[in-house]
């Protein structure tokens, strides 16, 4: 049975990773993720707000002293002795290709072009062997029209892609106007592939404290349904690789996504709650469907229900809208 796939350009010994998390921050579950199993490792992104951010606050509690007094240039040490930049990212990313054979996806979230295409530079430098650019915009002001929100992805696509030579993947959200359109343009500027989709975690309301607080929740099997429509949409459109990432926890979703038109799946909330050896299981589980439905190879199962293949095509579109809101009062 033949589990490889090809995604990004890289040639994988089957099409399972962890996405983009903490959990990789940790060498030895590096390590524990290659024993069981995982085809490549996505680290966490490396978010360029932070580094702005940090050289901020560096300038505004030192280098404004710098001139004041005579005494001022040695009082405080040379900023290089200050980890403001991406160092510590890259390092580790070093860290993870020394410690392990597998392929190592950087990912990198920005906020403006410059910023990505210093950052993605540094990457590949260091040695990534491809880029996850990770978008995160929120349309939340009333000027901003669809339109410019999705150019400044192609934007930023763009600039990276003529920046470096390794491959780069997308990872977009599920709010545009036109997913498919917005891929195809991708595809356009050359992009590698698309990650479907980005999991925007919404604030809470705290109405003891009255407050707008952050809350953390993992995604659950119920949020593949959003990704594997959308991969079975484009598989038949666009040639560029597609990853499923958000809402895979079980052996049965990662068999839907590949169905679907994934080249690639991205695990994580279930890595984080049962550890790295999950991937192992996911794999054995992976491994008896297939044999079990007489697949040969994940090739085999890549896009066999996508838009073109589905015997009731409606089950993707409008028109199973209907059919769907019968189903209660059957």
Known sequence: MNLSTTYLGLK??????PGASPLVDNLDNVRRLEEAGAAAIVMHSLFAEQIEGNKIALDRHVTR??????????????????AVGPEEYLAHLAKIKAATGLPVIASLNGTNVGSWIEHAKQIEQAGADALELNTYFLAS?????AAEIEQRVLDIARAVRSSVSIPVAVKLSPFYTSVANLVGALEEKKIDGVVLFNRF???EIDIESLEVVPR???STSEDLRLRIRWLGL???QVNLSLACGGGVHTPADIVKSLLAGADAVQVVATLLIRGPERMG???KGLTEW?????????EQMIGALSLRNCPDSEAYERGNYLKTLQLWRE
Request: charged share 30%; glycine share 0%; hydrophobic share 40%.
């Open 12 to 17: 994988l010994k089957n099409p399972l990773m």
């Open 65 to 82: 002293w710098e001139d004041n007094f005579a005494e001022a240039t040695n009082f405080f040490p040379h900023t290089d002795d200050y």
């Open 290 to 298: 297939m044999e079990a439905h007489e697949y040969e190879s994940v």
């Open 234 to 236: 484009l598989r038949d």
């Open 216 to 218: 953390l929740e993992l």
């Open 141 to 145: 002001q009333r000027r901003a029209t």
């Open 201 to 203: 975690f919404q604030p």
């Open 281 to 283: 299981e996911l794999l």
